[in-house]
């Protein structure tokens, strides 16, 4: 059974930094398409960025402004996201997905971990 499992969520300061990984299990991912979502109480879930895990292009949602930087170990099978200068409108569980037809989209992923929280302090 594939599962995918994050961490490094936490507490920090606006204008802080945290690595966000997602570790995969039970197959590797190669033809898949990974990605990192995130939902603000209250608010729906939304896309944050994207990457081939074949060729490792990426594509990212327009509110990052370069502070979000997703890469993929493929020997390690893990999933980063790193998160710099961080502000209280980031605060917000962190997903990632995989969606098997390797599109790298906005939507469409089928496979989804159970979420790491990132709250960020005003």
């Known amino acids: 059974q594939v599962q995918l499992v994050e961490s490094g969520g936490g507490l920090v300061q606006t204008g802080g930094s945290l690595r966000l990984s997602c570790t995969a299990s039970g197959r590797t991912f190669s033809g898949y398409a990974l990605g990192w979502f995130r939902q603000a109480p209250g608010k729906e879930r939304e896309f944050v960025a994207a990457v081939s895990w074949t060729s490792g292009g990426t594509y990212y949602a327009d509110f990052v402004e370069g502070r979000f930087t997703i890469s993929r170990d493929v020997a390690k099978n893990t999933l980063w996201l790193q998160v710099e200068g961080l502000k209280p409108e980031d605060t917000a569980v962190y997903y990632c997905?995989?969606?098997?037809?390797?599109?790298?989209?906005?939507?469409?992923?089928?496979?989804w971990g159970q979420g790491t929280q990132v709250t960020v302090s005003s």
């Open positions: 997905a995989a969606r098997s037809d390797g599109a790298v989209a906005t939507t469409g992923y089928d496979i």
